[in-house]
């Protein structure tokens, strides 16, 4: 019998060349042109050529989504199917948009310039998941019966809230749209879902992919459009009961008063970090935390909320680590992100690869660059790993989010002053310890200020743990079981006994 031949590889230029991504918004189930005719460009990254030209939805095309989002939320047609009928509707969902992993990540990959490879890898089988957890987790939550004076039955239940507005960044497009559709549509929520400006198109497809599955038209919204118009109108408008948002701090601030402003509707946010990475001379294996300290900071090309971009090391493992690093950086070295042998691709937009480079001109002023520090090439968004070190702490590159691939490299000397600088910081998101101590592993644990702690790895994630932050990173996690609570009010109905 003949050896089985080698799958054809995929020409990823030959599928983009002859894609057509959705472009209207998508309401009451239908692609609709905005209400003004406006449109945005959204632009490849790589090439800076623009992909499309997408509907710009404003406050109308908004009021249109929420008022389709409230009729269907009303009629029932999907808020009182049963748990189990709306779990098996989102499992549905999970394995199309597996299906249809190969378009998916062609459009994340053209718009926000990730590696093919990681929205092949990550982005569509993390969303996928995301969907699968909630189908299969929202038929097995109970009511209560709590104890009360005899004569009388209290019945507790989680009811959903109504009309869920998502407001979301374009960093991994579709798992953080998944992270708020998934727990809001399983607990009979419908959503109206605004995506980031730079990645309206995987979203958009998504949505009608969400159709193909079987959730019902006018229950999953999508209004592509600029944050201060689309964003802010879902953010201030009156019908929406609940915002759930990702993105910076500064715009999720906005949303506290744009909730404030309107009708005090709950708002979620989960914002931005600027998290440690400490590494102890007792960490038992130096060359994986190098590798990871690179995945760490240097995955997503640096545009991830969680990412390390604070590397703490004790000063005896200084030189030998950052050896290390360097040596392990060289795999992040960014190419064309269709490429499936490329492990990073460009930055989202010019005016995110300005704001790093902007960045590492201070860096130049207030320390000393060790590893790259140029843009590469004069086309597309691409930018070299890059190691900074001798900062002082209080430097912006140290302070500041960033959201590149700019990592700070900062010595210390005792366990006490890595948790004080590990802790000295505006944000509270994520942080990493390596040690092979488990002593000191849960010790600096419990006194880091930070949503998740991963030790002896880094940025651990599942949709079976809760992912939010403290301080200036927000509340309200995202994935879990708990995220079922964000989405739901608690309703007791009381039966006298005559
Ligand atoms: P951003 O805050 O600029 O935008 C996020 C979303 O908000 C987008 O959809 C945008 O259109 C919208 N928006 C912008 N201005 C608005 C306004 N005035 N009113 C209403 N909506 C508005 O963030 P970004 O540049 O898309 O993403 C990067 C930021 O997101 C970083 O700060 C990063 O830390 C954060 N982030 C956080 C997480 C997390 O889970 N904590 C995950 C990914 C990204």
Redesign the pocket.
């Known amino acids: 019998m003949p050896a089985p031949s080698a799958p054809t590889p995929i020409d990823w230029h030959a599928r983009a060349a002859g894609l057509k991504p959705p472009t209207d918004a998508l309401i009451d189930g239908r692609p609709v042109p905005a209400i003004s005719g406006s449109t945005f460009d959204v632009v490849n990254p790589a090439t800076e050529e623009v992909l499309v030209s997408v509907s710009a939805c404003d406050a109308a095309d908004v009021d249109a989504a929420v008022v389709a989002a409230r009729r269907a939320f009303d009629d029932g047609r999907w808020s009182r199917l049963s748990a189990a009928e709306r779990g098996a509707v989102l499992n549905r969902f999970a394995d199309l948009l597996l299906d249809h992993s190969d378009e998916l990540a062609l459009l994340v990959t053209l718009e926000m310039g990730k590696a093919i490879t990681d929205s092949l890898d990550v982005e569509i089988p993390g969303a996928a998941a995301v969907f699968r957890y909630y189908g299969e987790v929202i038929d097995k939550i109970p009511g209560e019966l709590p104890p009360t004076a005899d004569g009388s039955v209290a019945m507790v239940r989680r009811v959903p809230l109504g009309v869920i507005g998502a407001?979301?960044?374009?960093?991994?497009p579709l798992d953080?749209a998944a992270w708020k559709l998934a727990p809001a549509l399983a607990a009979g929520n419908s959503v109206v879902l605004?995506?980031?400006?730079e990645s309206p198109l995987s979203a958009l497809r998504m949505a009608e992919i969400a159709l193909d599955a079987g959730i019902p038209a006018g229950v999953f919204n999508v209004v592509p459009g600029?944050?201060?118009t689309a964003?802010?109108a879902l953010?201030r408008h009156p019908d929406v009961d609940c915002l759930t948002?990702?993105?910076?701090?500064?715009?999720g601030k906005?949303f506290l008063a744009y909730s404030a402003e309107s009708n005090m509707k709950q708002v979620w946010l989960?914002?931005?970090?600027k998290s440690p990475n400490i590494v102890f001379a007792d960490c038992a294996d130096l060359e994986q935390a190098a590798e990871m300290a690179c995945f760490g900071i240097f995955g997503n090309q640096g545009e991830v909320?969680s990412a390390n971009s604070r590397l703490l090391i004790q000063r005896d493992i200084v030189d030998e680590f950052a050896a290390a690093l360097i040596d392990k950086a060289a795999a992040y070295l960014p190419g064309d992100p269709l490429d499936p042998a490329s492990s990073a691709g460009a930055m989202v937009s010019r005016k995110q690869l300005d704001l790093v480079l902007r960045y590492i001109d201070r860096a130049h002023t207030d320390g000393r660059i060790i590893l790259g520090g140029n843009r590469i090439g004069d086309t597309g968004f691409f930018l070299e790993p890059t190691v900074v070190t001798d900062l002082p702490v209080d430097s912006p590159v140290v302070t500041d989010?960033i959201?590149g691939p700019l990592l700070a490299m900062i010595p210390f000397d005792t366990e006490e002053e890595a948790v004080a600088l590990a802790n000295d910081t505006p944000y509270g998101?994520a942080a990493s310890v390596w040690t092979a101590s488990l002593d000191r592993a849960l010790r600096v644990s419990e006194a880091l200020h930070a949503g998740t702690v991963s030790i002896n790895t880094v940025d651990a994630l599942s949709p079976g743990t809760p992912?939010g932050?403290f301080k200036g990173?927000?509340f309200g996690a995202?994935l879990s079981i708990h995220a079922i609570d964000k989405f739901t009010g608690l309703k007791t109905t009381w039966i006298a006994r005559r």
């Open positions: 407001v979301v960044p374009w960093n991994f953080i605004k995506p980031a400006e600029l944050g201060a964003g802010a953010g948002f990702t993105g910076s701090t500064e715009v906005k989960e914002c931005g970090g909320c989010e959201f998101l992912f932050g990173s927000g995202d």
